[in-house]
């Protein structure tokens, strides 16, 4: 079934809940995207499908760039798994722009859009990076807290600065500023997550002079000022005291934007309704989470969430009970999200109480995952394999991702273009199939043996498996596709000097 854009138009504001499934590229779609548009790549569709729209009644429509067919595909994978309201948009997003309708370019484009609006109405104050240099290099009483997770930071950082990505800020700032005469500068790499950040502090109270840094991190290297890397300067620990006062000033914050919290009951009510759509987002560190989460919850870090909430939620007008352990993070979180106003977020009560805990990484939850059955080979086996020859290895993970690292000679693609590397491929007797953890190359096992009639395996446990055996990875861009579409570059994926 298909819809227009007019007809889309309309079911974007009926009030009723839908989830947009744009499932080109990243890059492409970063190009030119419907605003309410989620990124869902048909390459990683069943992998990322059921945490993005966990309710198989969701009303779906589903586009492309120009009706070209991809998202008919997409369309009949999800209903062959299930999904039981699909429809797909005519003409895909060059019919909706031929609608007059606006298009836009970048990605997480609502929570842009919401940081300039939250800097326009609460007057949120700023530095820019040539005042805050003259600052640091004049000895004034400051600290500078980078509001990015701690992957982001790593690639550069203000020096000096400490990463405390941003729903982490209200309770953790004491410990960085004991002095209320501190002046707190937070930074992103843009704007966005600096504009949150420091209006967060403002929001709870903190009582030092805050300011946001003028255009991030980017904003400092365009004022022509050094940065570092590789650094680790994360999540200072929190006494006592200093829980208590973030406690209170997250409540007052919660009571003032109409937070609202609920209990395991009214939870387990609302998981049994099968009319609204229900998501479980834990909003504390990864290290956190891995140490111990509620059963179904995701990993969704506070700051990230207020930032890219459409890397973790599909379905608009959705709920989420956001968790963590005494309420600081969930709070402050939802009073934004709240704000935004796409979905309705709440609190649970005693979070992490009254539940058995799982310890790790979240676990995987791909559709299909159980009926897959395809041949797999060790990263033993391959290494043996390796070193007698006339063996291709095809990666199929993001393009960033391998830039920072791959196995050696390994042909990277993305899995929409399989067809389109084949003919890059070294002799072969063997191709092997691999991608971060596995998963994703299990998937594309069926469309890689269509381009080869060698023999074909997946590298069981993908290159988490490889290092995990001993061998190092290796870096660069040996082997990436010329113009891989799999990501939408940001400034400083492009400028390897930054």
Not at 92 to 119: C, H, Y
Not at 199 to 220: D, E, H, K
Not at 293 to 303: D, E, K, M, R, T
Request: proline content about 5%; some cysteine.
């Amino acid at each position: 079934m298909t819809v227009t854009p007019r007809e889309l138009r309309e079911m974007l504001t009926d009030g009723g809940e839908i989830a947009l499934l744009d499932v080109r590229e990243e890059a492409d779609f970063g190009a030119e995207h419907i605003l309410l548009a989620v990124n869902l790549p048909l390459s990683r569709l069943e992998l990322r499908a059921p945490t993005l729209v966990p309710r198989r009644h969701t009303r779906i429509v589903v586009c492309d760039g120009t009706g070209d067919g991809l998202a008919h595909r997409a369309a009949a994978r999800l209903e062959f798994h299930g999904y039981e309201d699909v429809r797909v948009l005519a003409g895909g997003t060059a019919a909706w722009r031929d609608a007059d309708l606006q298009v836009f370019s970048g990605m997480n484009v609502p929570s842009k859009l919401f940081g300039e609006f939250i800097e326009h109405r609460y007057h949120t104050p700023s530095i820019s990076a040539e005042e805050l240099k003259a600052k640091v290099d004049a000895g004034e009483d400051l600290v500078i807290l980078d509001s990015r997770p701690l992957a982001e930071y790593r690639v550069m950082n203000i020096p000096g600065s400490t990463c405390v990505p941003g729903a982490e800020l209200v309770y953790r700032a004491r410990e960085m500023a004991p002095s209320p005469n501190t002046q707190v500068v937070v930074n992103c790499a843009g704007r966005t997550r600096s504009i949150i950040g420091a209006q967060s502090l403002i929001n709870a109270g903190i009582g030092n002079p805050v300011l946001a840094l003028r255009n991030g991190t980017m904003g400092w290297h365009l004022a022509g000022f050094a940065l570092e890397h590789g650094q680790a300067r994360y999540l200072p620990a929190v006494a006592p005291g200093n829980v208590e006062e973030a406690r209170h000033a997250a409540t007052r914050v919660g009571q003032r934007f109409g937070v609202r919290c609920i209990d395991r009951r009214t939870l387990a009510e609302w998981q049994q309704d099968g009319s609204r759509s229900v998501y479980l987002l834990d909003v504390r560190s990864p290290e956190e989470f891995e140490a111990g989460h509620v059963p179904g919850s995701q990993c969704a870090p506070g700051g990230q969430l207020v930032q890219a909430t459409d890397r973790y939620v599909a379905t608009l007008r959705a709920r989420l009970v956001l968790i963590d352990d005494n309420g600081v993070r969930a709070t402050m979180t939802a009073s934004w999200l709240n704000q935004l106003g796409l979905h309705e977020a709440v609190v649970l009560e005693r979070g992490l109480m009254d539940s058995t805990l799982l310890r790790g990484p979240q676990p995987g939850n791909a559709l299909g995952l159980d009926e897959l059955d395809v041949p797999a080979i060790d990263a033993a086996a391959l290494e043996e394999r390796m070193r007698a020859g006339r063996v291709a290895v095809v990666d199929l993970e993001r393009s960033l991702d391998f830039r920072r690292g791959h196995i050696a000679g390994a042909l990277h693609a993305v899995r929409g273009r399989l067809r389109e590397r084949a003919g890059h491929l070294p002799e072969h007797e063997l191709l092997v199939v691999t991608s971060g953890n596995g998963l994703l190359a299990r998937f594309a096992f069926d469309e890689a043996a269509q381009i080869t009639s060698a023999q074909v395996a997946v590298l069981d446990g993908g290159n988490a498996a490889w290092q995990a055996a001993g061998h190092t990875l290796a870096e660069g861009s040996a082997g990436l596709e010329e113009d891989p579409c799999d990501a939408f570059l940001r400034p400083y994926d492009r400028d390897r000097s930054v």
